[in-house]
């Protein structure tokens, strides 16, 4: 199986639209599942369905000029088609059943399992995946930190904190509670620092190496 190429979008305009995209969308997720509690179902099917067509475009426009493919050495655009199907799927279903692995602990909610397995239907089976999965549980752990630092350090008010925090999913997740934590938010900025980070060159962040 072939790596990811460096080449991953057409041109630069259409990696910032996709980046644009995906960004808005897991920012969306971020900001309702932290109002309410809850990532709607809805939604997460509209990130994961976008996220296909996302990437059957970009890879059949990829096949049309020629250029190297994930799968495929090279190809025409029905093969570029399908190779970024192939692609964003194994995606979703890698990063879903790495989730799911967490949700059997008891590790996140089942809104988070979704939102990143419709996050790999972005991204695609590549290590950027694991990238954006480490990051979001790094950030995770700085900001469930941060509200604790912020909320003092007595006998009372930490036990009242991690209480708090052992209900931030689920049935019993409080969208009032002001020290409640999810993955969506620490999802939403890992998924745009990485694509960012991954994708500087072809977004004319930096110059490429000569």
């Not at 426009?61 to 799927?89: H, R, V």
Request: with cysteine.
């Amino acid at each position: 199986m072939a790596p990811v190429s460096r080449e991953f979008f057409p041109d630069p305009i259409v990696g910032w639209v996709y980046c644009t995209c995906i960004g808005l969308l897991t920012g969306v997720a971020a900001y309702i599942d932290t109002q309410t509690a809850k990532i709607p179902n809805r939604l997460n099917f509209l990130i994961l369905g976008t996220g296909l067509i996302a990437n059957i475009i970009r890879s059949g426009w990829m096949g049309s000029l020629d250029k190297p493919l994930w799968l495929f050495e090279t190809g025409s655009i029905w093969w570029g088609m399908i190779d970024g199907l192939i692609f964003a799927t194994l995606g979703f279903l890698v990063a879903f059943v790495g989730m799911f692995a967490f949700w059997l602990f008891g590790l996140c909610g089942g809104g988070d399992v979704k939102l990143l397995a419709a996050v790999g239907g972005w991204i695609g089976l590549s290590v950027h995946l694991l990238f954006v999965w480490l990051m979001s549980i790094v950030a995770l752990f700085l900001w469930t930190l941060l509200r604790i630092l912020t909320r003092g350090f007595s006998p009372k008010t930490l036990k009242k904190t991690v209480h708090s925090l052992s209900q931030q999913s689920g049935a019993n997740a409080n969208p009032r509670n002001p020290v409640r934590v999810t993955y969506s938010l620490p999802i939403a900025v890992a998924t745009i620092l990485v694509l960012l980070w991954v994708h500087r060159y072809e977004l004319l962040l930096v110059a490429p190496p000569q």
